[in-house]
């Protein structure tokens, strides 16, 4: 069954997010086609999370590969300082013509990671230009931002960050509402109200010594899937103008149409200073990130001093191919079909979720694309063993998902069809009725 692929790669890697000692030997692929990865012993699976979030219309979609095969005779990759070159501007005129109006500059990097570090980083120095003196970020309870240092910091003090919490800079944490909470006694808009009311007390408390808030818009992906209740989103916002602070927008897992709008910030029609993008960039071919700015915060390190400079770089900024990639991808995005078939999906998928039902399941949620099916918990959260039961059925079954713990979501390539959205939507169901009974008793008074 498993290849000696599989056997050479436990001898000499090192997986992200994974335990070698517990862990099955990872399979090979071999090859991908729309929705579908192949194993080498000729296992056709479908890529429920899109390669980590990342695949946009489909695995080896000819027409990014026929845009990178073209950029590919003419420039591989060049220093992006002293040079520039046209898919690096083609990319960033057609991400302005996108973006929230108010963002006007984009500087490259190769990870969602590392654009979230120039984002606290642009935030951060931009108050020294003005003269002030502020080092406190605020971010959210369950956010996930990347697993570099700053990028860690300002996430959930969790599994993921604990053996490098001393590490850490402090950031003061606040909670969101998620849509989970709604009940008879709290409506959506009562739980808004309730969490922005405990937000202004924390910006009254730290008026002017406020960097920043980073917020991953409508949905707390990583850390849980939480579903922002409405008006949260732009209640933020207007807190930040109020007491004067910057917003940062995390969209690198909700960018392109993952929430069925290009931007989650759209659902509020919010505006960001600072915006991050990267995941389904470059369509998932290649990977790129950027971090837009407001014409405000890039006019603020101008002078004729070097030193003002946001002095930040990678050896592979703004590499050729993945800008050749990420603009072909825009073209995609910008056809109807495209856009016909994220609103086809989105659309199966919130019918689904209607009828799903199990004592097992905790909570159903659903933005867009996506889907969130939460189990009761074991209190063990991203730690717990029932992820890894549903995970083996549904990859028997030709479904790859990734568990977060007790919390199972498809995130799809948009090459999907309403038919496998609808299958894979089965196949979980049927790994939750055979595997959450011995899992817990859902009455035992875990919420
Ligand atoms: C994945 C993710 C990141 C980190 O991106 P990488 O490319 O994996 O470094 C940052 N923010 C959010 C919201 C993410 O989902």
Redesign the pocket.
């Known amino acids: 069954m498993k290849s000696s692929l599989s056997i050479r790669d436990r001898a000499v890697v090192w997986h992200p997010y994974t335990q070698d000692k517990i862990a099955p030997l990872c399979l090979p692929i071999v090859r991908g086609d729309g929705s579908y990865i192949y194993t080498s012993d000729g296992q056709k699976l479908f890529d429920g999370i899109s390669s ?2 990342t695949n946009a219309h489909g695995h080896c979609n000819p027409y990014i590969k026929e845009a990178i095969n073209k950029q590919l005779d003419k420039l591989e990759h060049v220093i992006f300082a002293s040079f520039t070159h046209e898919p690096a501007v083609v990319l960033a005129e057609k991400l302005l013509e996108i973006v929230p109006k108010n963002l006007s500059r984009v500087f490259y990097s190769d ?6 570090e120039i984002a606290l980083k642009m935030a951060y120095q931009y108050w020294q230009h003005q003269k002030q003196d502020r080092s406190l970020f605020i971010a959210l309870e369950y956010g ?4 570099t240092f700053g ?1 860690m910091s300002v996430s959930e003090r969790g599994t993921f960050t604990k053996p490098f919490w001393p590490l850490l800079f402090d950031v003061i944490k606040v909670k969101s509402p998620c849509v989970s909470e709604i009940n008879l006694q709290m409506t959506a808009s009562d739980l808004t109200n309730k969490y922005l009311a405990d937000l202004k007390t924390v910006f009254i408390k730290y008026e002017g010594k406020m960097a920043g808030f980073i917020v ?1 818009p409508m949905l707390q ?2 850390s849980g899937m939480r579903i922002f209740t409405s008006g949260f989103l732009s209640g933020i916002r207007k807190l930040c103008d109020e007491y004067n602070t910057l917003l940062i927008a ?1 969209e ?3 960018g392109f149409y993952r929430t069925n709008k290009c931007f989650a910030l759209d659902h509020e029609n919010v505006l960001p200073d600072i915006m ?1 993008l ?2 389904c960039l470059t369509g998932g071919f290649l990977p790129l ?1 950027v971090t837009l700015a407001s014409e405000n915060i890039y006019q603020a390190f101008l002078s004729d001093s070097k030193a003002d400079a946001l002095l930040h770089g990678h050896s592979f900024t703004a590499n050729a191919l993945a800008c050749a990639s990420a603009v072909a991808s825009l073209e995609l995005f910008a056809l109807k079909e495209t856009r016909e078939a994220i609103n086809a999906i989105a659309h199966i998928t919130s019918l689904r979720a209607k009828e799903l039902a199990s004592p097992y399941i905790k909570n159903i949620r659903v933005i867009g694309t996506i889907i969130i099916i939460e189990l009761h918990d074991d209190h063990s959260g991203y730690l717990s063993s029932i992820g890894q039961k549903i995970y083996d059925y549904c990859l028997s079954h030709g479904l790859f998902i990734r568990p977060l713990g007790h919390i199972i979501y498809l995130m799809p390539p948009y090459s999907s069809s309403v038919k496998e959205i609808s299958w894979a939507i089965d196949i979980i169901a049927q790994a939750i009725d055979i595997y959450g009974i011995g899992h817990k008793a859902p009455c035992d008074g875990d919420g």
Do not use: F, L, R
């Not at 990870?111 to 979230?116: H, I, K, L, Q, R």
């Not at 996930?144 to 697993?147: R, V």
């Open positions: 980590w979030w990870n969602g990671s590392s654009a979230v996930y931002h990347g697993d990028a991953e992906a990583a995390d690198v897992a909700t991050c990267a995941k990130a």
